[in-house]
Nanobody
């Protein structure tokens, strides 16, 4: 069973930066995508950034140019560097792993493994 644990969230001022980490255990070689989602109360879960097993990356329109996703295969960890943070970035950020295929990479129901989430709060 795959286990995912996020870390790195916390309070930050607008314009600041954070780096989130997602540590995976239990075997991830069979997962085609690892993706960051975020969710705020009353809103649907939103795809933020994803990376495929062969290194293809994809970003949501609202974060493109500000966030960067990467992975360290040797350490079974993926990262999300978030720069120029805005209050609208405030959310619970979740790490997900699965085999959605490219077209469903930002579709939450296509993922079967999820972390507990890490809270990011951006103040103005």
């Amino acid at each position: 069973q795959v286990q995912l644990v996020e870390s790195g969230g916390g309070p930050v001022q607008a314009g600041g930066s954070l780096r989130l980490s997602c540590a995976a255990s239990g075997g991830t070689s069979a997962r085609s995508w690892m993706t960051w989602f975020r969710q705020t109360p009353g809103k649907e879960r939103e795809g933020v950034a994803g990376i495929s097993s062969d290194g293809i990356t994809s970003y949501g329109d609202s974060v493109k140019g500000r966030f960067t996703i990467s992975q360290d295969r040797a350490r079974n960890t993926m990262y999300l560097r978030m720069n120029s943070l805005e209050p609208d970035d405030t959310a619970m950020y979740y790490c997900a792993a699965g085999n959605p295929g490219y077209l469903l990479r930002f579709y939450p129901r296509a993922y079967n493994y999820w972390g507990q989430g890490t809270q990011v709060t951006v103040s103005s």
